[in-house]
Structures are given as structure tokens and as C-alpha cells.
């Protein structure tokens, strides 16, 4: 004998989790030259922790690459979740001229 509460459907439960801010992505960060860095990250976090751990990883100043989603520049204050990322999106990155 089994009731309706009994059988919620799965779905429910992962759209939830996709809507939750203390839920993780994937994100792929990928140079100009192909190089793949891979992120695991909440959907609050700032991106900007994202690019200085980036930065970090390839050794080279935060300030001197750009970071770009769907082509537009990532600001310090953009999270995944403002940006509606979805899991295993890629951000892409510039080194700066001067």
C-alpha cells in the first residue's frame, strides 16, 4: 500500500538542488591556447575567488587576464547563480595586452 507523498517523483528533488545556492557546479575555465582547468564551486560563490584561484593555479597576476562568459567580462560580484550557469559551462580566458 502506497501513497502519492510515497512516490514523489525524483525530479522534484534535483530541481531543487539546481535552485539551491549551497549547491555546487562544474565549471571548465579554458585559455586562449586551449589549456582546461577544472572548479567545483557553490552556486553563491563569487566568481572572483574562481579567477584569483585560477590566476594562482597558472601563475600569472589577476589583473593582467580577463575573464569572459557567453562573451561578456565576468565582474568581481558575479556568482554562478547570477549568471545562470549551468554545470560543466566554460568560462574563458584573455591575457590582457598592454
Given amino acids: 500500500m502506497t501513497s502519492e507523498e510515497d512516490r514523489a517523483p525524483p525530479q522534484e528533488e534535483e530541481e531543487v538542488k ?3 545556492p549551497r549547491s555546487t557546479v562544474n ?3 579554458v585559455s586562449s591556447v586551449g589549456e582546461e582547468v577544472f572548479f567545483k564551486i557553490k552556486r553563491s560563490t563569487k566568481l572572483s575567488k574562481l579567477q584569483g ?3 594562482s593555479k597558472v ?3 589577476v589583473g593582467s587576464i ?4 557567453d562573451g561578456e567580462r565576468i565582474n568581481e560580484d558575479d556568482t ?3 549568471l ?3 554545470d ?3 568560462i574563458d580566458v584573455m591575457v590582457e595586452r598592454v
Avoid: Q
Wanted: hydrophobic fraction near 30%; glycine fraction near 4%.
Fill in 18 to 20: 539546481m535552485e539551491d
Fill in 27 to 29: 565549471i571548465k575555465v
Fill in 53 to 55: 584561484a585560477y590566476a
Fill in 59 to 61: 601563475g600569472k597576476d
Fill in 66 to 69: 580577463r575573464f569572459l562568459y
Fill in 80 to 82: 554562478p547563480t547570477s
Fill in 84 to 86: 545562470k550557469m549551468d
Fill in 88 to 90: 560543466n559551462d566554460t
